[in-house]
Antibody, heavy 125, light 108 residues
């Protein structure tokens, strides 16, 4: 059973950079799959932030693309999120997840099968 | 940017059938996935590839697809099904993942 655990500061000041790390257990990131960050503002819905493959290729949601970097450190079996120039609107529970996939004549299709418990990050001075 | 549209809320009495819809222009081309999220918990997938049910998910959960709309159906709703439900799919490129806004299912 794949396990994921987020870590990082729970409070970030406006205009600064939010940095989180996801540690993966019982599965080697280098073995494959995309790995994702997803956030959920308090009382609101889920928002996919982006995904990274073990090789380093990334995809980001268009609305955050200019402020986000997702990176992977396979030697530590971790991947990370950096979101710069944060505002109060970035306050959310941030979760990491494994993006599994299915493949058929329609092509690849991704879904999130293992999730971390999530960590609340508040943006406030 | 691509969006998936869900009704904010659905209410049903125990034993009745709940239907939650999700609409998006790329759904004829991209599979949809449904997640159940209870307060303070991580989402759990209840339907994958439009209509497949993962192992361990009760048979009362089913999914269907028609054109630009996919539907999650919960037959014989139980109190424990009260939760938020999210659809997830991708844009036409398949590389940008999107969640619907979520539907709060209330069991009266």
């Amino acid at each position: 059973q794949v396990q994921l655990q987020e870590s990082g500061p729970g409070l970030v000041k406006p205009s600064e950079t939010l940095s989180l790390t996801c540690s993966v257990s019982d599965y080697s990131i280098s073995s494959g799959y995309y790995w994702a960050w997803i956030r959920q503002p308090p009382g609101k819905g889920l928002e996919w932030i982006g995904s990274i493959f073990h090789s380093g290729s990334t995809y980001y949601t268009p609305s955050l693309k200019s402020r986000v970097i997702i990176s992977v450190d396979a030697s530590k079996n971790q991947f990370s999120l950096k979101l710069n120039s944060v505002t109060a609107a970035d306050t959310a529970v941030y979760s990491c997840a494994r993006a599994s996939y299915s493949y058929d004549s329609s092509g690849y299709s991704y879904y999130f099968d293992f999730w971390g418990q999530g960590t609340l990050v508040a943006v406030s001075s | 940017s691509y969006e998936l549209t869900q009704p904010p809320s659905v209410s049903v009495s125990p034993g009745q059938t709940a239907r939650i819809t999700c609409s998006g222009d790329a759904l004829p081309k991209q599979y949809a996935y449904w997640y159940q999220q209870k307060p303070g918990q991580a989402p759990v997938m209840v339907i994958y590839k439009d209509s497949e049910r993962p192992s361990g998910i009760p048979e009362r959960f089913s999914g269907s697809s028609s054109g630009t709309t996919v539907t999650l159906t919960i037959s014989g709703v139980q109190a424990e099904d009260e939760a938020d439900y999210y659809c997830q799919s991708a844009d036409t490129s398949g590389t940008i993942q999107v969640f619907g806004g979520g539907t709060k299912l209330t069991v009266l």
